[in-house]
Every structure is written in structure tokens, then in C-alpha cells.
């Protein structure tokens, strides 16, 4: 692999050096020059306008794709106990924008036993067509049965685009899909959008310790595979609509896998659901101390909402770990989220910049929190909060 610049059509004009993260490149007498810096991530290409860049690949050994042949959105559903998880429902509904911005169908997967009583409900999701490998084994989750299954339909139907819950199980099986496929697969993702130029998924993810966001693209692979947190996007409006149901029957026993289910331990559920919660007030290192905290469970009193938290107040033992918001945390969608002495790094702001209304309580005005707040209040959150628990406290007793 190596880049290229054509002295006769490069201009001079520096965009390939203000492009390059690395300094791999100088304009030396009017012409660009790559310099020993490069280490070929081919920004620079992208960047000049002259063409005048070239980047050559040598790929040995691996095969050539016909893109033309791969179409269609699939989401692959997840269950636990007879029930979907609700990351399905999110992922229908980011599909469905996907599968029309393409003017493709849209195909809900399903491998399992005893849901021939629930595909009626979950074709009011956005789905063109549902398809539903039925085998008595598969009502528990085996990892290389899920991954032989999924391999063999992508490999016949071939669909473009594969999204896969960021959950335990599909950290599990999205990779081993992935890797039988030769097929490119970006985690975590927290933006999902097509390229109009090209048609290929923009698949946006933080990156080095949630510092940067990186948009990252599989063009010569099929399908372009993706997990997606649970919350990232939200569930759609359930409207009827004509779905096409393909059942497959498999022949599956235990004898097929290579492991053996011998008991499921359930853990204790979190009292705390931050996923589920309409009204959440998150509190950070702005609120100074453990015992601070409580001015936070007041106002989230006031307003029946619950306790969340930005990674520091995690490590610093304020709040326990399942009430922490951000990349290391949940990722929330709730109607309304209160943000109080959060500075806005990166981190947090992708576990719940897709909340409805974003209100932020901050004494610096310059917080990053403020370039997503819808509301900003600029003051010390220990004069503002008081301030507005008493106004809430004069609301309600007035419509008492």
C-alpha cells in the first residue's frame, strides 16, 4: 500500500496538509510531498480537490465482492425468557430511516421457539418481512449455533446492512458472524447514517477512550455489520402493516453445539432502570461531594425522576456503577434529562445526547454540556436547584 502525489495536477494549495493528523505530508516548492510521517490512512486523499493524490492498494488474498448483489436492511432480534429485547424495537426503527433512504426492505430475524404468538405484534415495527428460524434449542442463546445459523442466511440472502445489539449476547456472536463472513463490523455504534454519495453506512462510535467520535465506513465488504447500544435510538410508533413471515424449521439438539446449558442463574435485578426512566437527573464532579448528592435526590423527588451520574462521581463512590450515564455506563433516551454540574465531555454526552429535552445547570458558561442542552442555566446548582424545587413544591400545591 502506498500514496502517491502527481506533481502535474497538484495544485499547492495545502488542504492535503491540514487534513493529515500526522504531518505526512508538506508542500515543498508549489507541490505537495508525502513525508516519512505518513502512516497511510489516506485522509489526505479524501481532501484534495485536484485528484492529484493517489493511494494504491495492494489487496492480496482477499476477495473481490460484487457489491450489486447485497441489498436490504436486516436486524437480528435478541430474547431472554420468551421475550425480545427492547433493542430490537430501537434497531427496527433506525433500520426502517436506513431501508428507505436505500428504497430497500427492511428484515426482522428471529432465532428461537414459541414466538409464533408474537409475530403479529412485532410486524408493527417497521419490517417488510420477518424471518423465523424456529428450532426448540435456539429458546436458549448458543453462541456457535447462533453464529453457523446467521452465517449460512446472510451467505443465501445476502443483505447489505446487519445491525446487532450491543448486548452481552451480541458482543458474543456479531464478531464470530463477522469474521466468517471476511465482512467489516463496527461496535458500540452511537450514529447510524447512508452516505449519499455512495450508498455505504456511515457508522459513527467514540473512539480512543471516548475522546473523539470516528464515522468509519466498510465500502469494499458485505454486509456492513454494526452493534448498536441498547438507547441509543428510540422504539417507533407500532402501526399496522402487511408483513411477509418466512418460518425455517431447524433440526437442531444439543449434540449440534459444542457447549451444554446446564443452569441459568438470574442476578438480582438493578432497582434502579435508567434505560426505562422518562425523567432522569444526572449529577457530576460540579456537585462537590457524596453528601451534595441528596440536593440531587430532591429535586429527582420533586419530579419522580431518577439518579443518574457522569463516570467521575462513579470513581469517586457517590453514586453506585448502574446509575452512571456515558460510554462506560447506560446509554439513555428519557424525555427529559436534567444535567447539574456536568461538564459535557464526550464520554457522558453520548450515553444521552438523544434525549428529548436536555437541561443543563452549570457555573461555566463555557461547558461543553451547553452545545446540547436545549435549556442552559448558567449558575452554581446549589443556589439554582433549591431555587427550583421550591418553585415545583408552589406548582403543585396550586393544582392541589
Not at 457489491?67 to 436486516?74: D, F, I, P, R, T
Request: glycine share 8%; charged share 25%.
Amino acid at each position: 500500500m502506498s500514496i502517491t502525489v502527481d506533481s502535474e495536477l497538484c495544485s499547492g494549495c495545502g488542504a492535503c496538509v491540514a487534513s493529515c493528523p500526522y504531518g505526512g505530508i508538506e508542500v515543498i516548492d508549489d507541490k505537495a510531498c508525502i513525508t516519512e510521517d505518513c502512516n497511510l490512512c489516506g485522509a489526505c486523499v479524501e481532501a484534495c480537490t485536484m485528484d492529484a493524490i493517489i493511494w494504491t492498494k495492494e489487496e492480496v488474498g482477499i476477495e473481490k465482492v460484487d457489491l450489486s448483489q447485497y441489498k436490504g436492511v436486516w436486524v437480528i432480534a435478541e430474547h431472554y425468557k420468551g421475550n425480545i429485547h427492547k433493542v430490537a424495537y430501537q434497531l427496527l426503527g433506525k433500520g426502517r430511516e436506513l431501508a428507505d433512504t436505500l428504497h430497500v426492505s427492511l428484515t426482522l430475524v428471529i432465532l428461537g421457539d414459541a414466538f409464533d404468538d408474537q409475530l403479529e405484534e412485532l410486524s408493527m415495527y417497521g419490517a417488510d418481512e420477518i424471518i423465523y428460524v424456529k428450532s426448540k434449542i435456539l429458546k436458549n442463546y448458543y453462541s456457535d449455533l447462533y453464529t453457523k445459523t446467521l452465517t449460512e442466511l446472510i451467505t443465501e440472502n445476502k443483505p447489505e446492512i446487519v445491525l446487532i445489539g450491543a448486548t452481552a449476547t451480541g458482543r458474543d456472536f456479531a464478531p464470530r458472524v463477522a469474521k466468517r463472513l471476511n465482512a467489516g463490523l463496527t461496535a458500540d455504534c452511537t450514529g447510524l447514517e447512508i452516505d449519499p454519495k455512495t450508498n455505504n453506512l456511515f457508522q459513527t462510535r467514540p473512539t480512543f477512550g471516548g475522546n473523539i467520535m470516528a464515522t468509519i465506513r466498510t465500502p469494499n465488504s458485505r454486509p456492513q455489520m454494526a452493534t448498536v447500544r441498547p438507547g441509543t435510538f428510540k422504539k417507533p410508533e407500532a402501526k399496522k402493516r402487511k408483513v411477509n413471515i418466512r418460518q425455517i424449521d431447524y433440526d437442531y439438539s444439543e449434540k449440534d453445539s459444542v457447549t451444554k446449558i446446564v443452569k441459568v442463574i438470574n442476578r438480582e435485578k438493578s432497582k434502579v432502570n435508567l434505560e426505562d426512566a422518562e425523567i432522569i437527573v444526572a449529577g457530576g464532579r460540579g456537585v462537590g461531594k457524596k453528601e451534595n448528592f441528596k440536593i440531587i435526590e430532591e429535586l429527582a423527588e420533586a419530579i419522580g425522576a431518577e439518579i443518574g451520574g457522569s463516570r467521575v462521581t462513579v470513581e469517586l463512590n457517590w453514586i453506585p456503577q448502574d446509575q452512571q450515564v456515558g460510554q462506560t455506563g447506560k446509554t439513555v433516551t428519557p424525555k427529559l434529562y436534567i444535567a447539574c454540574g456536568i461538564s459535557g465531555a464526550i464520554q457522558h454526552l453520548v450515553g444521552m445526547e438523544n434525549s428529548d429535552i436536555i437541561v443543563a445547570i452549570n457555573k461555566d458558561p463555557s461547558a461543553p454540556i451547553f452545545n446540547v442542552a436545549h435549556y442552559g442555566i448558567v449558575g452554581d446548582l446549589h443556589k439554582v436547584i433549591p431555587a427550583l424545587i421550591e418553585n415545583i413544591k408552589k406548582v403543585k400545591s396550586a393544582e392541589d
